[in-house]
T-cell receptor
């Protein structure tokens, strides 16, 4: 069974600092997705990474994918309180038919 | 607002009962996915339908079933409910253009509480 692991599970960081969330997965896939979930809310799509070496940036968040290492990273630059949420990565195992989500990383940005 | 709707928003029922959760995908999306989110299991993929046909099954219990209707809305049926079935159930839809990407748009969820 495909395993998707994120670390850290919990992250508390000060405003203005940088940090990286890691997503490792156990089988070959060249599609990886990042989602954000606010407490009590639904999931919102952040990034879709479709090939080895893909890098996408939106505001203070940048995601990258290394399919050979089976690793994706979500880098946070100069964190602000609004980024506080849980972040999930997901792997598309079979052409969009089956998705496996990571454990999630709960991020708290402290003023 | 993702354009995916789910009803009801909240559902409280007793053990042994049966409930139906409903999902309407975004206009034009042919694919519907169901997920269960709980504190101990995380976000688990249950089942996926594409244009009325089942395409993939995940960790869906035999007590659970789903279908997608000709108008593309989908229903998830949960029967013989147990306390452990209490969770947030999400529906997501995807346009599924050939070759991807298969970005999913999530509905607001149905919170099921089994007492």
């Amino acid at each position: 069974e495909l395993k998707v692991e994120q670390n850290p599970l919990f992250l508390s960081m000060q405003e203005g600092k940088n940090y990286t969330i890691y997503c490792n997965y156990s089988t070959t896939s060249d599609r990886l997705y990042w989602y954000r979930q606010d407490p009590g809310k639904s999931l919102e799509s952040l990034f879709v990474l479709l090939s080895n070496g893909a890098v996408k940036q939106e505001g203070r968040l940048m995601a990258s994918l290394d399919t050979k290492a089976r690793l994706s990273t979500l880098h946070i630059t100069a964190a602000v309180h609004d980024l506080s949420a849980t972040y999930f990565c997901a792997v598309d195992l079979w052409a969009g038919n089956q998705f496996y989500f990571g454990t999630g990383t709960s991020l708290t940005v402290i003023p | 607002d993702s354009g995916v709707t789910q009803t009801p928003k909240h559902l409280i029922t007793a053990t042994g009962q049966r409930v139906t959760l409903r999902c309407s995908p975004r206009s034009g999306d042919l694919s519907v996915y169901w997920y269960q989110q709980s504190l101990d299991q995380g976000l688990q993929f249950l089942i996926q339908y594409y244009n009325g046909e089942e395409r993939a099954k995940g960790n869906i219990l035999e007590r659970f079933s789903a279908q997608q209707f000709p108008d593309l809305h989908s229903e998830l049926n949960l029967s013989s409910l147990e306390l452990g079935d209490s969770a947030l159930y999400f529906c997501a839809s995807s346009p599924r253009t050939s070759g991807g990407p298969y970005e999913q748009y999530f509905g607001p969820g149905t919170r099921l509480t089994v007492t």
